[in-house]
């Protein structure tokens, strides 16, 4: 081996002190250089998400000027429908008024005696039209948000008194039973009555036309476990199958079309202006069914709408 003679490189006191940690200075070195590889990854990802953000943000705002314009136009259907059925409501009025007046034969007589069936006739179709254009008018009115209450403390054997004996010529014509069971001291209802009489007899008017010749009708209300109150219209009549429950209340929904169930007529619009109509009072429904054995409808007031006995 050659000896090697020259000058030696010159090693620092410094440099000698520092060999012992230079593997931990590379080890921070390299740790230093992965932080900022990542640092600027995530500066690029910022950069990226600030960009989608603005993107996004176009897109909702464009969202929200189309849904704003739809519900535009939806109320202004609602308003015109509103007007329109107002509009009818009117001659038909007239129709059912003067059918009703010429049966009566004040000026003289018809002769012929089929007038007097064409009459009835007129009279019967133009009403259920008004029915008919009453209930769109009412749909109409509270999608546009033109319904009005006028709440008062009411009784509710009242209501329902005055609903039994709108509908007794209805039931007694069909041979079902009407019967009135309300619970004594029943509290007072803060409500609309006129709305609450629409809401019984909606349900009284579907069980009258489901329910066959010899059937039911119970009309109940008892103060519920929680402070409401809860009325109860059950029938024994057809039923319905259980999975057309949940559409019921739907609007224009029909189980089985009417002309199924022997001469009755109908829109459909009857059990949805019930949901409205209990809404509008934060009373919940609730409806239990078993085919050819009856139908029981609740409508559950809430202890806010419940004073002192009546
Ligand atoms: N008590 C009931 N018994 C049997 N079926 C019922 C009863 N109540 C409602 N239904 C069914 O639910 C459907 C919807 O009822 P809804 O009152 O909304 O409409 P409708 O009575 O057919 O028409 P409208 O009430 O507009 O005259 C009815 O067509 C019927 O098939
Ligand atoms: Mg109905």
Redesign the pocket.
């Known amino acids: 081996m050659v000896p090697r003679y020259g000058p030696q490189p010159k090693v620092s006191l410094k440099g000698l002190l520092l060999l012992p940690v230079m593997p931990l200075v590379w080890v921070v070195r390299g740790v230093k250089r992965r932080r900022d590889r990542q640092k600027n990854k995530l500066q690029r990802e910022i950069l990226d998400l600030r960009r989608e953000i603005k993107g996004l943000r176009r897109i909702n705002m464009e969202l929200m000027n189309g849904k704003e314009r739809a519900e535009i136009s939806d109320q202004r259907k609602s308003e015109f429908l509103a007007r329109i059925t107002h509009e009818l409501r009117t001659p038909l009025n007239a129709v059912v008024g003067f059918a009703d007046l010429v049966r009566q034969e004040p000026y003289g007589e018809l002769g012929n005696p089929k007038y007097g069936e064409y009459l009835t006739d007129i009279r019967s179709t133009s009403a259920h039209m008004l029915d008919l254009v009453n ?1 769109l008018l009412d749909v109409a009115k509270i999608e546009a948000g033109h319904i009005e209450m006028r709440e008062s403390w009411a009784s509710v054997p009242n209501i329902l008194d005055d609903c039994r004996r709108l509908m007794t010529a209805d039931a007694s014509a069909g041979g079902i039973e009407l019967v009135v069971k309300t619970a004594p001291d029943l509290p007072a209802l803060h409500c609309d009555p006129g709305r609450v009489r629409q809401i019984v007899v ?1 349900l009284l ?3 009258v ?2 329910t066959p010749k010899g059937g039911r009708i119970t009309i109940a209300a008892r103060p519920d476990r929680v402070g409401g109150i809860v009325m109860r219209i059950e ?1 024994t ?4 199958p259980r999975d057309a429950l949940e559409d ?1 209340f739907e609007p224009y ?4 079309a ?1 002309h199924l169930v022997k001469g009755q ?8 202006l019930v949901r409205i109509l209990a809404d509008l009072h934060q009373a919940t429904l609730g409806i239990e ?1 078993v085919e050819r054995q009856g ?1 029981t409808v609740t409508v559950r007031f809430p202890p806010t709408r419940v004073g002192r006995a009546t």
Request: glycine share 18%; proline share 0%; net charge neutral.
């Open positions: 209930d909606n008017s579907n069980s036309k489901f029938d009549g057809i039923g319905i019921v929904t029909q189980v089985r009417n007529q109908g829109s459909g619009l009857g059990l949805s069914s139908t």
